[in-house]
């Protein structure tokens, strides 16, 4: 913020005077490694283990109603994303 300001392309700023937060500095240094066994969740052929997420509900519908997505993907790295008008649907689209 501070170099920007210097810069003069914080038009609507007058001055740039920032307050040392050493919460801000502490939560950047922590480095934390997580353990993870080879064999969990090892794949070694296209559909072993398939990850999936869903989202919704947007507040605004596609033009073809839906409001939910679903995306899967697996070894090979392809996504499949299946748009749903109700979140009930995901087992549907999961079979499909």
Known sequence: MEVLHKRKLLKSMKSC???FCKYCVLRKKI???VKVEE???CTEKILDYIHSD???SALTQSHGGARYYITFNDYSRMIWVYFMR???DVFAKFKE
Do not use: A, P, Q, T
Request: charged letters at 40%; a positive charge.
């Open 39 to 41: 064999k969990e969740n």
């Open 31 to 33: 480095k934390v490694s």
């Open 54 to 56: 869903v989202w919704g």
């Open 17 to 19: 005077k920032l307050n």
């Open 86 to 88: 109700k979140k009930s």
